[in-house]
């Protein structure tokens, strides 16, 4: 079975950064992208940003443009969200996810292995 496993969530001022690591672990199979979404206190799950396995295809929410930057090493088997210019209303659960098929990247039911999550959380 396919594990996701995140690090890097922690507490942060405003105007600060984190990097955010998902490693992948267990068997192996063909991942066909990775995403990030967050979940904070009363909200709906959302999308953040995603990356293909090659890394020729990357997406991003617009409220996170300009400020976040997603990456992967794939001999490490791990997908970075790197988080800066952190704000308030980023505060949530991170996830990252995987994909093993073909579709869309910006919906949570185009991915199939999901991480427990890591705590975000940026203060005033």
């Known amino acids: 079975q396919v594990q996701l496993v995140e690090s890097g969530g922690g507490l942060v001022q405003a105007g600060g950064s984190l990097r955010l690591s998902c490693a992948a672990s267990?068997?192996?199979?063909?991942?066909?992208?990775t995403g990030w979404f967050r979940q904070a206190p009363g909200k709906e799950r959302e999308f953040v940003a995603a990356?293909?396995?090659?890394?020729?295809?990357?997406y991003y929410t617009d409220s996170v443009k300009g400020r976040f930057t997603i990456s992967r090493d794939n001999a490490r088997n791990t997908v970075y969200l790197q988080m800066n210019s952190l704000k308030p209303e980023d505060t949530a659960v991170y996830y990252c996810?995987?994909?093993?098929?073909?579709?869309?990247?910006?919906?949570?039911?185009?991915?199939?292995?999901w991480g427990q999550g890591t705590q975000v959380t940026v203060s005033s």
């Open positions: 990356i293909s396995w090659s890394g020729d295809r990357i």
């Open positions: 267990g068997r192996t199979f063909s991942s066909y992208g």
């Open positions: 996810a995987a994909k093993s098929f073909s579709g869309n990247y910006y919906y949570p039911t185009g991915y199939n292995y």
